[in-house]
């Protein structure tokens, strides 16, 4: 018999971040088929011969995949996608770097205002207006999946660059304030100002191109671009002309130096 995976209709970001926590990261449920009841009276029969059941079915049994949070004492202090994920890391699956996405889920779904700017512009706005499409729930499924494919590639490779910050390290000022970074990935860039730097010199070679760029995080004064750069390779290399021509580049709005 085939698997499946029971959810209620008009799925929410909740009920499809959970169902795609089990497709994408528990064998088992790989190629089980999604199907949607009525929250409010789903079809026990469904219920009774479903693989797993989020966000529906007023049942909290990790063991067994019934992960629903409605009927808890305080429904809010959780919500299926974090119970869904916190079974996973339970069953060692690693999937720490998926943090700041099932927070995002959580709030959205319990009312946080953490979760407003995504209301407005983020990825709750976007279900929002797939929703207004008229689409139905398995075009929902499949366009949901398609984006929380995107985040996870994006939130892994942020972890990674975290992981690799220090081997990339080439120069730190006493105050952690300045880093510079050589052959890393430009993910560690943003790494490097979560850690706490306000600027970042990014400088990597490649067979027959070479970038240097310089990120500034936060707010700051005014930097004189060619005397940190000077500082930041500490003579390490010959490019004088890169060195000179990055005094005269200005700051862009987005927060680099560009020329």
């Known amino acids: 018999m085939e698997r499946t995976i029971v959810t209620h209709t008009s799925p929410d970001w909740d009920a499809i ?44 049994d990790p063991v067994h995949y019934r992960m629903d949070h409605h009927q808890l004492s305080d429904p809010n202090i959780a919500c299926a996608a974090m119970l869904v994920w916190q079974q996973l890391l339970l069953l060692e699956r690693d999937l720490l770097y998926l943090q700041p996405l099932i927070l995002l889920i ?14 407005r512009t983020g990825i709750h706005a976007l279900l929002s207006a797939e929703k207004a499409r008229k689409w139905g729930d398995q075009e929902l499924i499949a366009w949901g999946y398609a984006v929380l494919d995107a985040l996870a590639e994006h939130l892994k490779r942020a972890d990674e660059a975290r992981r690799s910050l220090d081997v990339h390290t080439i120069y730190r000022s006493a105050d952690g304030l300045f880093v510079a970074l050589e052959q890393s990935s430009r993910a560690a860039v943003q790494a490097a100002h979560d850690a706490g730097a306000r600027l970042v010199l990014w400088h990597k070679t490649r067979e027959t191109t070479e970038t240097i760029e310089l990120w500034r995080g936060g707010e700051g004064a005014a930097v004189d671009c060619g005397a940190v750069v000077r500082a930041a390779l500490h003579n ?12 005269t580049w200005y700051l862009h709005q987005a927060g680099f130096y560009a020329g």
Not at 20 to 26: K, P
Not at 236 to 247: N, Q, T
């Open 106 to 119: 959580h709030a959205g779904d319990t009312g946080k205002p953490e979760a407003n700017e995504s209301r």
């Open 17 to 60: 971040t959970s169902c795609w926590l089990l497709q994408r990261f528990v064998p088992s449920f790989a190629d089980a088929s999604v199907v949607f009841v009525n929250t409010g009276n789903p079809d026990p029969q469904a219920l009774e011969a479903a693989g797993a059941v989020v966000d529906t079915g007023r049942v909290l």
């Open 236 to 247: 390490r290399y010959e490019y004088l002309d890169a060195r000179v021509e990055l005094a």
